[in-house]
Structures are given as C-alpha cells and as structure tokens.
C-alpha cells in the first residue's frame, strides 16, 4: 500500500522560496510506473495543479506557475520535492502531492492518466 | 485556456439518484477519454472515485459511475447516502504529451 507523506515549513515568508518534500513509502519513486505530482487548494477554494515529475527526469509545469516551480526527486530517499520561489500571500494553499497513474495500450507506455494516491496535505502560510 | 465548468452546488434525498456535470472547453476534452472525478470531504485529501471516464478503482462502490458524451462529462450517484455529501471535483487533461492538468470548480453535493 503506497502512502504519501508531505513535509516542510507551514510558514513562509513573501518573496522566499517554498520548499516541500514528499515521501514515499510502500513502493519505489524509480519504477518508472508512475508520475509524481503536486497540488494545492487554497482554503474555501478548488483544487491546483501546480506540476509533475518523472523518472525519465522530464517536467510538466502549469503555465500559470511555471516561471516559478521546481520539482525534483530524490529516488535514494524515495521522496520527491517541491521548490516555488518568490511567493506571495496567494500562494498560501494547503499542499498536496499525489502519484499519477495510467497506461496508454496504443503506445505502450505509461502516462499520467488520473491520480489514485494522494498525501494527506500541508498547510503552507505566506505571511511575514 | 482550457476550463473545466461545473455547477457550483447540487443536492439529493437519501436513496435519490443525482448527476454531476462538467463542461469543457478544449477539443482534448472531446479527444481523450481521460477525465476524473475526486471526492473531498472537508478537511481531507480527494480521493479518486472515477477515472478514464467509467472506471472506477478498486474499492470505491459501484453507485457511483461516470459518463461522456462530446464535450461534457457526467458524474452519477444512485442511492446516495449521508456520507456522500462532500465536494466533488472532475478532472482532465491537455496536451498530448504534456498532459497538463485541469480541474473543474468543484461541486458542493448536499444530501438533504
């Protein structure tokens, strides 16, 4: 059973850099059988995507975030990381990451179809 | 831009049947078979309830079921139950090798 477990700071100041990290337990981040990928739901609000990361080493941003959002991995910790610079009150948001799965059986691979595990969230301020 | 739309609040009786609806906007929508459905709970992570349109994962029961015709996609929960009241949100992509993610609004499911 793969559980996800989000870790950082909960307060942030403006124009620093978020840094999260999340582990992952019960199963490999190198498999090469799925994404990893964070979101965020400021309070009363929807859900955000902010991006992914997979084991080939490539990235998918949200363009609305993308000048900003970093995320890497650390597959001898098994956890992956989240880097958001420059932030600003708006950026305050509980934090999730999720593992993204799916099978494309046209061209044999694995894609990014749904996200069927998901941490718990971490409540992230920006605030001085 | 590619959205997702959905409307902002639904509500059912105990044992009714109700439909949750999500409209989108790009010709990927139409394309893919790839839309999700995720329920929250206040206070607690989405949980996957519906992906690829119709599949459900393991676990999740079979009152909820998921549907698509052209650009707009269907959530169905038939004999709903307290415990289903929550926020519900659908889920797509964009790009064919991107894969960006969209989520739609988010839908308040009140059960009466």
């Known amino acids: 059973q793969v559980q996800l477990q989000e870790s950082g700071p909960g307060l942030v100041k403006p124009s620093q850099t978020l840094s999260l990290t999340c582990a992952v337990s019960?199963?490999?981040?190198?498999?090469?059988?799925?994404?990893w990928s964070w979101i965020r739901q400021p309070a009363g609000k929807g859900l955000e995507w902010i991006g992914r990361?997979?084991?080939?080493?490539?990235?998918n941003y949200n363009p609305s975030l993308k000048s900003r959002v970093t995320i890497s991995v650390d597959t001898s910790k098994n956890q992956f990381s989240l880097k958001l610079s420059s932030v600003t009150a708006a950026d305050t948001a509980v934090y999730y990451c999720?593992?993204?799965?799916?099978?494309?059986?046209?061209?044999?691979?694995?894609?990014?179809?749904?996200?069927?595990?998901w941490g718990k969230g971490t409540t992230v301020t920006v605030s001085s | 831009q590619s959205a997702l739309t959905q409307p902002a609040s639904v509500s059912g009786s105990p044992g009714q049947s109700i439909t949750i609806s999500c409209t989108g906007t790009?010709?990927?929508?139409?394309?893919?078979?790839?839309v999700s459905w995720y329920q929250q709970h206040p206070g607690k992570a989405p949980k996957l309830m519906i992906y690829?349109?119709?599949k459900r994962p393991s676990g999740v029961s079979n009152r909820f079921s998921g549907s698509k015709s052209g650009n707009t996609a269907s959530l169905t929960i038939s004999g709903l139950q307290p415990e289903d009241e929550a926020d519900y949100y659908c889920?797509?992509?964009?790009?064919?090798?991107?894969?960006?993610?969209?989520f739609g609004g988010g839908t308040k499911l009140t059960v009466l």
């Open positions: 790009s010709s990927d929508f139409e394309i893919y078979d790839l």
């Open positions: 889920c797509s992509y964009a790009g064919s090798s991107t894969f960006l993610v969209i």
């Open positions: 990361f997979y084991t080939s080493g490539s990235t």
């Open positions: 690829e349109v119709t």
């Open positions: 999720a593992r993204e799965g799916g099978y494309d059986y046209v061209w044999g691979s694995y894609r990014p179809y749904y996200m069927d595990v």
């Open positions: 019960g199963g490999s981040i190198s498999s090469g059988t799925y994404y």
